[in-house]
């Protein structure tokens, strides 16, 4: 066993409004420069849908993963061998247009055209070339399903449904979509890194954030071939790829990522999580069916006194142990079995999980009257109107018993505290929920608690960085970790070579 | 010292020079800038005929060279037989009209795309008329002067190639310097840890 920490998150998808704060706030911070106006590291799509980049679920455009390979697992992508063949062009790598061509408008028109019978217009222009051009796409595009004939029908989750399910979907009265923001994943077998051949991009010993070292990389760009969600970005003014950093800024001083920190719909949850990385290679290796269970499997219990022993003697320091027990994520994941990994079939090990959303049931047209079935509202999953089927597809790699076992606990705990507060269910019924989903009438109110009334400090536990003990190395030489933090080197500006 | 010596006594010499110590100092001094600059992400159709023609043709030829560089005898005793002078010979032509054609596709490209003409800076194009130069003229000496590659050399191709030696600290020409021949080794997955060891380089 070889326990290690890892900083994990939870997302509420029940929760999530829609309103791209966390995609601004993410934005205004990191990618407001040149070379990435076209870069999301924080976004937000509409399921069903194509989103960002289009169809980056398709994993037989874009290359991206681990498939299987005998005992163990391959990247997509390339092997070592055909990473030097393809290095001079790569097949699968996506173009700006698959994101889209970012742009203004020309502003100045308004006040120095020429006087004339029409309005002046300020006309868009590329943030690239500069030259006029005509939109047609942009972020969240297809945002509520606009345009859904093109998006959501394209949606490549919709491979799963049958022809009678796809047609139900785009039905006027059937229709419905949510919200699935999404961040880098920092996985715990990821991709990018694995695929990159300068050794640019690493995973951080004591709180797995995952970053890209940019006088490292040499512009390969396989990494943004190999991430299967597609959160690393090239920046094609610099020549250097760029991603999420978790914003280990805010972080290391003990703030919530600003993305987690400005959600309007408090979806968000971040803490650590102990796993054994031990188990990194074979778990990722499981089958496709299993992958969901082995990797919750591979969390570990913060309250056992051999894991505790164990994560001391490999150098996890108690604060961040405690952390661990205080994990809203920890709950959510391994406790509850409420959280799920977004595909996890790519086999990075995403630590990154969603509560997936408990979608209203399907109401029915009589006399020109949209009705629901009040008795059946909090009852029935099989009238959900979006078909088990695509969630599976979505979190649990197309097992829809695990997708169907989570609906059903969420299910629960709204039937409980709705018997409890309103009082118009019966409570045979929902006894009969809790000892179907095995939950307790105290794990009930626990949910409700922490997705319902959770305080700051409960959505957001984050261990100290103990800056102090990085600080004792340097006793003797100040200098020791110069050019190894921050921009180093002599001049060290980030700017594109000549 | 006649002219003959500075330029093939001294010049290379100094060009050899020069180039390590600016790739050097250029490492040291402005890491951030090593990058093979790639521009694929705004256009990818010409570029794959371009840079993989130009790649797979100049690697060749440039080891060619450099065995020939290395160890002429080989070379020449190989070329003894007329057959094998023969092949030699087609091999070496057809790869470099194979570069030629790529260097062509990568010019025109520099110039036909909008979005890759804003990444293009004066250095570049510099550069890329630099190798037009030393290919079209490598190709012509091959052509005209039968048979080339028993030639020990040809004064402007050389004095050319050497100027580009010369150049490379100064252009996107180091992205070759670092080739990333680690990754053949290396485990896939990397941990820098802060604490347990001081973390040099990648
Ligand atoms: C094994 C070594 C090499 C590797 C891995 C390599 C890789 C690359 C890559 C990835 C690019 C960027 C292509 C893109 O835009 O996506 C590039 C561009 C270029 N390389 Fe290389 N290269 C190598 C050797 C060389 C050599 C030996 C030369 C010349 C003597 C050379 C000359 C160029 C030039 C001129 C460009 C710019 C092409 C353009 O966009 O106009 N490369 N190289
Ligand atoms: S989500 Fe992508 S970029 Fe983030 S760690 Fe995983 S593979 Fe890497
Ligand atoms: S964690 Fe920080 S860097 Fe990452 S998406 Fe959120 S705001 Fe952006």
């Known amino acids: 066993m070889d326990v290690r920490a890892q900083t994990s998150m939870m997302f509420h998808l029940d929760k999530c409004i829609g309103c791209h704060t966390c995609s601004v706030a993410c934005k205004n911070i990191w990618t407001d420069r040149k070379g990435t106006e076209y870069m999301w590291w924080n976004n937000v799509e509409t399921k069903p849908g194509t989103g960002y980049p289009t169809k980056w679920e398709d994993q037989e455009k874009y290359k991206g993963g681990w498939?299987?390979?005998?005992?163990?697992?391959?990247?997509?992508?390339?092997?070592?061998?055909?990473?030097?063949?393809?290095?001079?062009?790569?097949?699968?790598?996506?173009?700006?247009?698959?994101?889209?061509?970012?742009?203004?408008?020309?502003?100045?028109?308004?006040?120095?055209?020429?006087?004339?019978?029409?309005?002046?217009?300020a006309r868009p222009i590329s943030l690239i070339t500069g030259e006029h051009m005509d939109i047609n796409a942009g972020p969240n595009w297809d945002d509520d399903l606009s345009g859904s004939t093109v998006y959501a029908n394209n949606d490549p989750n919709y491979e799963k449904l049958t022809e009678a399910e796809k047609q139900a979907l785009s039905e006027l009265e059937r229709l419905v979509f949510f919200y699935l923001p999404r961040i880098c994943n920092h996985c715990l077998n990821p991709a990018c890194v694995a695929s990159c051949p300068s050794g640019a991009l690493y995973k951080r010993g004591e709180d797995g954030i995952v970053l890209l070292d940019q006088n490292v990389c040499r512009a390969w760009r396989f990494c943004v071939s190999a991430c299967p969600y597609k959160k690393t970005y090239y920046n094609w003014k610099t020549g250097k790829s760029e991603k999420c950093i978790l914003c280990f800024p805010r972080v290391e001083s003990g703030q919530?990522?600003?993305?987690?920190?400005?959600?309007?719909?408090?979806?968000?949850?971040?803490?650590?999580v102990l796993y054994d990385a031990d188990k990194i290679e074979s778990i990722a290796s499981a089958p496709e069916n299993e992958l969901v269970e082995r990797q919750r499997e591979m969390i570990l219990n913060p309250f056992d006194p051999a894991v505790i022993a164990q994560a001391e003697k490999d150098g996890v320091h108690f604060s961040v142990i405690e952390a661990a027990q205080k994990s809203p994520v920890y709950r959510f994941v391994k406790e509850w079995e409420l959280a799920l990994p977004l595909h996890p079939e790519f086999r990075t090990l995403p630590m990154l999980f969603y509560v997936p959303p408990l979608l209203p049931v399907l109401g029915h047209v009589e006399n020109g009257v949209y009705d629901v079935d009040a008795t059946d509202y909090f009852t029935s999953l099989d009238k959900a109107r979006i078909p088990m089927r695509y969630m599976a597809s979505l979190f649990t790699a197309g097992n829809e018993e695990q997708v169907r076992g989570v609906l059903e606990k969420l299910l629960t705990v709204r039937m409980y505290k709705r018997a409890e507060q309103v009082d118009d269910i019966d409570s045979a019924q929902v006894e009969a929920m809790l000892k179907k989903t095995g939950l307790t009438a105290e794990a009930c109110e626990e949910i409700f608690r922490l997705t319902s009334l959770p305080t700051f400090e409960e959505r957001f536990v984050i261990p100290p960085t103990h800056q102090e003990y990085t600080a004792e190395l340097t006793v003797g030489d100040p200098y020791a970790f110069k050019a190894e933090v921050g921009v180093g080197g002599f001049k060290g500006s980030p700017e594109r070579g000549w | 010292?006649?002219?003959?010596?500075?330029?093939?006594?001294?010049?290379?010499?100094?060009?050899?020079?020069?180039?390590?110590?600016?790739?050097?100092?250029?490492?040291?001094?402005?890491?951030?800038?090593?990058?093979?600059?790639?521009?694929?992400?705004?256009?990818?159709?010409?570029?794959?005929?371009?840079?993989?023609?130009?790649?797979?043709?100049?690697?060749?030829?440039?080891?060619?060279?450099?065995?020939?560089?290395?160890?002429?005898?080989?070379?020449?005793?190989?070329?003894?037989?007329?057959?094998?002078?023969?092949?030699?010979?087609?091999?070496g032509f057809t790869l470099a009209l194979f570069t030629l054609g790529g260097l062509i596709m990568l010019i025109v490209r520099r110039f036909s795309s909008s979005r890759i003409r804003v990444v293009t800076s004066k250095m570049d194009i510099a550069l890329l008329l630099f190798l037009l130069i030393q290919v079209a003229t490598g190709v012509w000496t091959a052509?005209?002067?039968?048979?080339?590659?028993?030639?020990?050399?040809?004064?402007a191709v050389?004095?050319?190639?050497?100027?580009?030696?010369?150049?490379?600290?100064?252009?996107?020409?180091?992205?070759?310097?670092?080739?990333?021949i680690k990754y053949i080794w290396r485990p896939h997955q990397i941990v820098r840890w802060n604490r347990r060891s001081p973390i040099i380089g990648a």
């Open chain 1, 256 to 272: 919530p990522p600003a993305c987690f920190h400005s959600c309007v719909g408090r979806i968000r949850y971040f803490g650590v």
């Open chain 2, 1 to 91: 010292m006649t002219y003959d010596d500075l330029l093939f006594g001294v010049f290379p010499y100094l060009c050899i020079i020069i180039a390590i110590l600016g790739s050097v100092w250029r490492f040291l001094s402005d890491r951030f800038s090593y990058s093979s600059l790639s521009s694929q992400f705004l256009e990818t159709r010409q570029l794959f005929w371009g840079s993989v023609a130009w790649h797979y043709g100049i690697l060749a030829v440039l080891t060619i060279h450099l065995v020939g560089f290395l160890f002429p005898e080989t070379i020449l005793s190989w070329n003894a037989e007329p057959m094998r002078l023969y092949v030699m010979e087609a091999t």
């Open chain 1, 67 to 121: 498939v299987p390979k005998e005992e163990t697992i391959k990247l997509r992508v390339a092997d070592k061998a055909s990473t030097f063949a393809n290095i001079f062009h790569q097949p699968h790598l996506p173009t700006i247009d698959d994101y889209y061509e970012p742009w203004t408008y020309k502003y100045s028109d308004l006040f120095d055209a020429p006087a004339g019978d029409d309005q002046p217009t």
């Open chain 2, 143 to 155: 052509m005209f002067y039968r048979w080339g590659s028993s030639w020990y050399a040809m004064y």
């Open chain 2, 158 to 180: 050389i004095l050319n190639a050497f100027l580009l030696v010369l150049i490379v600290p100064f252009t996107r020409l180091v992205h070759f310097l670092s080739v990333p």
